[in-house]
């Protein structure tokens, strides 16, 4: 009877787990039976799945000579096997003639095999690859680990389908597209972008023409905003002095570190010794198609400044630290002169649920058609799930964790005092009571970033 109850209760908790808590589901109940699962059936599904190879002539001819057992077809080696928070990791050793795409191709086969919520396979080395199976759906509810491996510039935004944190790094992707239909949750990616980055030695720039509903609420930690086209116009040209005047800087210390011999030669800000260096800036515009719209003659004269400048800092910025940052519903060559090029800039691309395929190759169509595939498949009642990938071609489905505006609000005014204060962006600073405006004086040339700590 006892023991009855016991298993009851076990049971009962093990669901209540699955339903509520499904990474601790996975670590206390659901690891025990895949791990056993995908151990036992290992060769064998191996076999079905076509990934084992003929046993070699000389090994058959030894069999033949010796007479004993024909030798049955190898299977690739496990050379590791690791529990994760969301799934298990296999380290394999492919055999001769085998390639890393044979696995990557039959990942869905695996997938179906183990029974598990998903596969991916990635090549570590030659000869050897990693099979990343997932345990749970962990997109359903996302939860991100407590523990990031943060630093300046690369913040984590989401969680991928495979359990492992998606971060958003400047230093290496320095502009992006965020596309998505109305609803998608482009606005919570973006207010996920602007709550990690709060923390950070780096100056805010946003340009919201929804009449500033997603950035203004949020100024306390932007050194300059724009919620209108005509403002957008004169901020852009703003920034194209600062990125000028920061390039004159470089060159000064170009000059300088010529005449020392066997002396490192910089051409971005980072090289700078860091009391010159500027302090990055991260300019986010929302809804991009708005600064890209015209009515009348004056209106497109003004539209044509806005997309040449926008042009020019995603080409010229990044060695200045000006970082860009397009959100809209569409973004294509309907949008005008210009945009196509710009787009060509914008290495990082990110595609929430879009309602059609042409918004979708907007993102991923010179990329990655499979991405495209992916976008258009997104589920309506999975707001934030995005279809994430850089012009390598490799893409991954991620979903951010449900970031309130309150939630950003908050994070935003608890570090308004790292706001820097950028001279030439001056005339767009939102205004701040006394109490949060920013202590430092110093030229924003020498406002240095701080290092952070992962
Ligand atoms: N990551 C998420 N997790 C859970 N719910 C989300 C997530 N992202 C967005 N949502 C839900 O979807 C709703 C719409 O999100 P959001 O405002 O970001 O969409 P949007 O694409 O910016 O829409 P619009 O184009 O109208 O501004 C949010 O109010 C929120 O309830």
Redesign the pocket.
Known sequence: MSLLVITAVILGVALLLRWQRPAWYWLSFGVVGAGVRVLVRYASVMDACGLTVAPSRLRLGLARLTRTAVPTSRVPRILAVRVTRSGLVLRVKLRPGQDAFDFMASTDRLRHSFTMQGVTCRELRAGVVELRMTGYDVLRR?QMPARFAASLLRVPV?LRDDGEVHYRDWRQVPHALNI?????????????LVSELAAQPVALVGIDC?NGV?LAPLARRFSALADNPDDAAALLEALLGRMAGIYDVIRREQRISADVPDGEITADIWGLPVHLRPVPVVLLV??VAELALFANTTEKKRRDRIITALVRLVQLGRAAGIYVEV?G?RFGSDLGDGITLMRAQLTGRTA?RVNDQASAKMAFGDIADDAVLATTMIPTN????AVTGDSSGGWVTI?????TLRQAVNTCNAHAHLTPDLTELAPWRPALPTAVAPTSTAPVSLVKPRPVTD
């Open positions: 996302v989401a998505g239909a109305v609803g998608s949750g482009k606005s919570v990616y973006q207010r996920r929804k997603e929302d809804e959100c519903q929430h999975r707001p934030g799930t979903r951010t964790p449900h970031t």
